[in-house]
């Protein structure tokens, strides 16, 4: 009876060892899922990350657009600033053109005044001549 509860108790043990192994590789389905958690787990991080960085990029470009638009505005504004000059200097081109046209008429009516009154002093010297 000890041999029979020796044999029985080593064959029972090794049925139990024998399926534990074999069951321990009959069961993949707790590991598939583990798996399929773990890659859910990272392609959720992947794409938390990909969003941050993303959110980043909505970041940098919004600060490139307010540079972009704050050097349109100085352009603008240097634009303006010229468009202002041209066109004093223009006006200022226009004045002295005018300027110089109204010397000009002036040195001629001086002129003529000039020799009108040359042309007055030789009748008067000849009507003193004659008298």
């Not at 044999?7 to 993949?28: E, H, K, N």
């Not at 890659?39 to 992947?46: C, G, I, T, V």
């Amino acid at each position: 009876m000890k041999i029979k509860t020796i044999v029985y108790t080593l064959v029972l043990g090794s049925f139990l060892f024998v399926a534990d192994q074999s069951m321990g590789q009959v069961r993949p389905q707790p590991n598939d899922e583990m798996e399929e958690r773990a890659d859910s787990l990272d392609m959720a991080r992947e794409k938390a990350v990909d969003e941050q960085k993303a959110e980043e990029n909505i970041t940098e470009l919004e600060k490139e657009k307010e540079q972009a638009e704050m050097k349109a505005e100085d352009a603008g504004r240097v634009e303006k600033e010229a468009d202002e000059a041209a066109r004093e200097t223009k006006d200022a081109y226009r004045a002295e053109k005018k300027a110089q046209k109204s010397r000009k008429q002036a040195e001629k009516q001086a002129k003529k005044a000039e020799k009108a009154r040359q042309n007055a002093a030789k009748v008067e010297e000849e009507v003193d001549r004659k008298n």
